[in-house]
C-alpha cells in the first residue's frame, strides 16, 4: 500500500478529534474528547463495553452525528449537528479516507465476494471495469481468498466473509482503517487469519483504529493504546505502559477481568 | 423490455380525447350507443356474424343513415349508464328502447317516437294465485324489471314490491326458478324473451303505454332536427311500419300482436352459437384484459415506488402525503374511483370551462383508476421489503463512499426485491382479474364479453368454463414464471 502518506498540509497528523461530545438521551456516550492520531500509526482502543469505543469510530466517519466539538482527517473537518449541507460533503470525502469494518462483516449478500470488491470503485471512484477486477483479484489474493472470489458471502465462513471485508475496504484506497470489533463475532479459531491480515497491512504503514478485545494482539501489534470509560480517555500510550503498568484502578480492574 | 410497459402505458394515455361527438360535423360517423347485452328486439348481435348486430332499431338506423347521407356507428355501452354517457359526451346519440319520460326530458333531448310501448306482466305456466297486477299486489307478491324503466317506476307508484335487474335475460330466468313471482317488462322484450317459453305465460293485457325515442345531449338541436324529419319520412312512407312487422311488432291491436308471437329467436340462437362464432370474441376479450393489467400494473409498479421512498426516506410534509394516498387508495372501492375518473372527471372538466381536457376514454380511465388504486397496494410492498433489508447495509454502502440514492440503487433495491417479488405476483394476478370491474365504464373485456355472450346464447355453463380457461391460461403461467424470477434475483440471498 502507497496510500498511508500523511495528507499534504497536516504533515503528521492523519486524524484528530476536538472536544467531541456525543449524547444519548441525556446520558454522554462521549464526552468532549480531544485526541490526535498520527499517520500510519496502529491505534488499539480498549475499554468495558458501553464506555463509547464503537460511537467514536462512527463519529469519525459520519455515519453518526455528534452535539458538539469537531472530527478533522486530512484537510477535511466534519462539524456538529445533522449530516447534511457541508457536513454531509465531508463525510463524503472522510470516508474516502477511512475505510471501515464492521463486527458482523456486512457485506453484500446478493453479490460475490468479487463483486462486493468492485462495485464501490467502479460506481464511486468511476474506475473502468477491467482495472477494478484485476484490483479486486490482487486484492483477494493479498487476503489469501482468490479461489473463493466467485462464491456468494452465505457460502463462507465467519473467518472468510471478514477477510473479503477488509478487502473491500481496501479496494478504495483508503489512508487509514476503522474496524470495529471484528474479531467479536468469530470462533477463535478464525480470529488468527483475520488478525494476521491487519498485521499485514500495519507493516504497509495504513492507519489502524481498532476497537478491540484482543489484548495479545494489541501488546504485539498497537503502537498506541487507548482505553476507554464512560466517555473519557482513562489511559493513552504505547501498550508496555497500559498494559503493563495501568495507571488507573478502573484499568487494572478491566485488564484482569479481560485476562481471566 | 424494462421501458416497453411505460411506453404503452404512455401511448394509451395519449390516445386523443378530442374527438368530441358534440361538434357539428356532417361528414365523420355519427356514434350511436346501444347495449347488444340481451337486446333482443331491439339490438342485439347476429349470431351468424357476431361482428354485427341486428334488430328493428339496426334496420330503423340504416334508413335513417340513407335519409341524412351520414354514416351511423354502433358503439356498446351499458344500457343503465346511456344517459350518463351522453351526458359525457362519449356519443352523438342513445337509441335502445328508451323511453320518453318529463324527468328524463329535463335532462336530454328526445326526437320524435318511433314506436309505442306497453308493459307486459308474465308469470309461470299455470299460475293460478292471480292474472293480473291487481291480483299481483293484493298477494304482495314479489316482481322482476328492469331498473329505471316505465315498468319500474309503475311497479313503485303502486307501491308493490319490485326486484331490480339490468339485464332483459335474467328476470324471466329467476321467475322460472321461482326467484320471483311475475316480471313486468316492455311488449316486445316479453314477446322475444318470454313467449317462446313454454315454462311462462302471458298474463292479462299489455298496459301503460309509453313512446320509445332516440335521445340527443341537451343544447343538440341540429341533430335532432335531422333525425326527426329522417323518421317522419320513414313514418310517412310506410318504411318504419316494415320494419316493425317484419320483427312483429306492429300492433294496432295488441291482442293480434299476441297471437302473432316473435318465434322462438332464443333457441335458434342458442343454436347459432357455435364455438366458431363466440370464440373469437372471447380472444378479443382477452387480449383486452391482458393489455389493461399489464399497463395498469405497469403504472401501479412505478408510481409505488416512488411513494414508498417518501414514505421512509421523506421530509414530514411528504411522509404525511405518502400516508394519505395509500390510506385513501385502499380505502375506497375500485368502482367508485372508475365512476368518477370516468363521469366525475368529465363533469369537472366541463364545467371548469376545459372542454374535453380531462375526458377520459374508457380504457384510459380504466388504466388509470386500477393503477392508482394498485399503487397503493404496491407501495405497502416496497415500503416492507425496503424496511426488511438490515440498516447495516446502508452503513457499509456508506462507508465506501457511496451516496444515499446509488446505495438504495445498487445495494438496498436488489435485496428488498426479492421479499418484494412475491406478494407483487399475488397483487399482478388479483389485479388481472379486477379487470372485470372495468364493465361498468363501457369496457368490453372477458368478463364483459361472456356477459353479453352469454346472454345470447343461453350457453351460461359452457361459455363460463372456456372464460375461466382463458383466464387460467393466463394467470397459472405468471405463477411459476415468480418463482423463477425469485431463484435468480434471490441468488446467495437466500
Not at chain 2, 24 to 36: F, G, K, M, S, V
Not at chain 2, 55 to 71: C, H, L, N, R, W
Not at chain 2, 109 to 114: E, G, R
Amino acid at each position: 500500500m502507497t496510500a498511508a502518506t500523511a495528507p499534504p498540509g497536516n504533515p503528521g497528523t492523519d486524524l484528530a478529534l476536538e472536544g467531541l461530545r456525543k449524547g444519548y438521551d441525556g446520558h454522554p456516550i462521549l464526552d468532549g474528547l480531544t485526541l490526535e492520531i498520527a499517520a500510519g500509526s496502529t491505534v488499539a482502543i480498549i475499554g468495558p463495553s458501553g464506555g463509547g469505543k464503537s460511537t467514536l469510530l462512527r463519529c469519525l466517519n459520519g455515519l453518526t452525528p455528534f452535539e458538539a466539538g469537531g472530527v478533522r482527517v486530512g484537510p477535511h473537518r466534519l462539524g456538529a449537528g445533522p449530516i447534511a449541507g457541508p457536513n454531509r460533503a465531508a463525510a463524503q470525502q472522510i470516508r474516502r479516507l477511512l475505510g471501515m469494518i464492521f463486527q458482523d462483516f456486512q457485506l453484500f449478500p446478493h453479490l460475490t465476494a468479487i463483486e462486493n470488491l468492485v462495485e464501490a470503485p467502479l460506481r464511486v471512484l468511476g474506475m473502468p471495469v477491467e482495472e477494478a477486477r484485476a484490483e479486486a483479484e490482487r486484492l483477494l489474493e493479498r487476503v489469501g481468498l482468490s479461489h473463493r472470489k466467485d462464491a456468494y458471502p452465505r457460502e463462507l465462513s465467519g473467518g472468510q466473509k471478514q477477510r473479503v471485508a477488509i478487502a473491500r475496504a481496501l479496494s478504495m484506497h483508503p489512508r487509514g482503517l476503522l474496524c470495529d470489533e471484528i474479531t467479536s463475532a468469530l470462533d477463535p479459531e478464525l480470529k488468527g487469519e483475520v488478525l494476521a491480515v491487519m498485521e499485514d497491512l500495519r507493516r504497509d504503514g495504513i492507519t489502524l483504529l481498532m476497537v478491540t478485545h484482543e489484548i495479545g494482539f494489541a501488546r504485539r501489534a498497537a503502537d498506541r493504546v487507548l482505553v476507554l470509560d464512560h466517555g473519557a480517555i482513562l489511559e493513552d500510550g504505547p501498550p508496555s505502559e497500559v498494559l503493563e503498568r495501568p495507571k488507573t484502578a478502573r484499568t487494572r480492574q478491566f485488564l484482569s477481568l479481560l485476562l481471566g | 423490455m424494462r421501458g416497453a410497459p411505460l411506453l404503452v402505458l404512455l401511448a394509451a394515455l395519449a390516445l386523443p380525447v378530442a374527438t368530441s361527438p358534440a361538434t357539428a360535423d356532417t361528414t365523420r360517423p355519427l356514434l350511436w350507443a346501444t347495449d347488444a347485452e340481451g337486446g333482443a328486439p331491439y339490438t342485439f348481435k347476429d349470431p351468424k356474424d357476431p361482428n354485427r348486430n341486428i334488430g328493428f332499431e339496426v334496420e330503423i338506423i340504416a334508413e335513417i343513415e340513407k335519409e341524412i347521407g351520414q354514416p351511423i356507428v354502433p358503439q356498446q355501452y351499458a344500457f343503465s349508464s346511456l344517459i350518463l354517457g351522453l351526458q359525457r359526451g362519449d356519443f352523438d346519440f342513445a337509441m335502445n328502447g328508451l323511453e320518453v319520460t318529463p324527468d328524463r326530458a329535463e335532462k336530454v333531448l328526445f326526437s320524435i317516437p318511433y314506436y309505442v310501448f306497453r308493459e307486459q306482466l308474465v308469470v309461470r305456466r299455470g299460475e293460478s294465485r292471480f292474472r293480473d297486477l291487481e291480483g299481483c299486489a293484493k298477494i304482495h307478491c314479489v316482481v322482476g324489471t328492469l331498473e329505471d324503466t316505465a315498468a319500474d317506476r309503475l311497479l313503485h307508484a303502486r307501491g308493490m314490491t319490485a326486484t331490480m335487474y339490468d339485464g332483459v335475460v335474467e328476470p324471466y330466468r329467476d321467475l322460472v326458478l321461482g326467484r320471483v313471482d311475475a316480471v313486468l317488462l316492455d311488449l316486445p322484450i316479453a314477446i322475444y324473451y318470454a313467449k317462446p317459453n313454454p315454462d311462462l305465460e302471458f298474463a292479462g293485457e299489455a298496459m301503460a303505454r309509453g313512446t320509445y325515442a332516440i335521445m340527443f345531449q341537451k343544447g343538440n338541436e341540429a341533430l335532432k332536427h335531422r333525425i326527426d324529419a329522417a323518421l317522419e319520412r320513414l313514418i310517412q312512407d310506410g318504411r318504419l311500419r316494415a320494419i316493425l312487422e317484419h320483427w312483429n311488432l306492429w300492433d294496432d291491436q295488441q291482442a293480434a300482436l299476441a297471437q302473432v308471437g316473435g318465434g322462438d329467436i332464443i333457441a335458434a340462437s342458442r343454436q347459432a352459437w357455435t364455438f366458431e362464432r363466440y370464440f373469437p370474441l372471447l380472444l378479443r376479450g382477452a387480449t383486452l384484459t391482458v393489455f389493461l393489467a399489464v399497463v395498469s400494473f405497469g403504472l401501479a409498479v412505478l408510481l409505488g415506488l416512488p411513494i414508498a421512498c417518501m414514505r421512509l426516506y421523506g421530509a414530514a410534509p411528504l411522509r404525511w402525503a405518502a400516508i394519505a394516498y395509500v390510506e385513501f387508495f385502499r380505502g375506497i372501492p375500485v368502482l367508485l374511483l372508475l365512476y368518477v375518473l370516468y363521469y366525475g372527471m368529465a363533469d369537472l372538466s366541463t364545467a371548469s370551462g376545459l372542454g374535453s381536457a380531462f375526458r377520459l376514454d374508457p380504457i384510459q380511465a380504466a388504466i388509470l383508476g386500477l393503477g392508482l388504486n394498485y399503487a397503493a397496494y404496491e407501495a405497502e410492498i416496497y415500503r416492507a421489503g425496503i424496511s426488511a433489508v438490515p440498516y447495516g447495509q446502508w452503513e457499509a454502502a456508506a462507508s465506501l463512499g457511496m451516496t444515499g440514492w446509488l446505495a438504495f440503487r445498487r445495494i438496498i433495491l436488489p435485496q428488498a426485491v426479492r421479499t418484494i417479488l412475491p406478494p407483487m405476483t399475488g397483487d399482478f394476478v388479483a389485479l388481472f382479474k379486477d379487470t372485470s370491474i372495468v364493465s361498468t365504464i363501457a369496457v368490453v373485456e372477458l368478463s364483459k364479453q361472456y356477459q353479453i355472450l352469454s346472454k345470447s346464447s343461453m350457453k351460461y355453463l359452457e361459455i363460463g368454463l372456456l372464460t375461466a380457461v382463458l383466464y387460467l391460461v393466463m394467470s397459472v403461467p405468471l405463477g411459476f414464471l415468480s418463482r423463477r424470477l425469485e431463484k435468480i434475483w434471490g441468488r446467495g440471498i437466500l
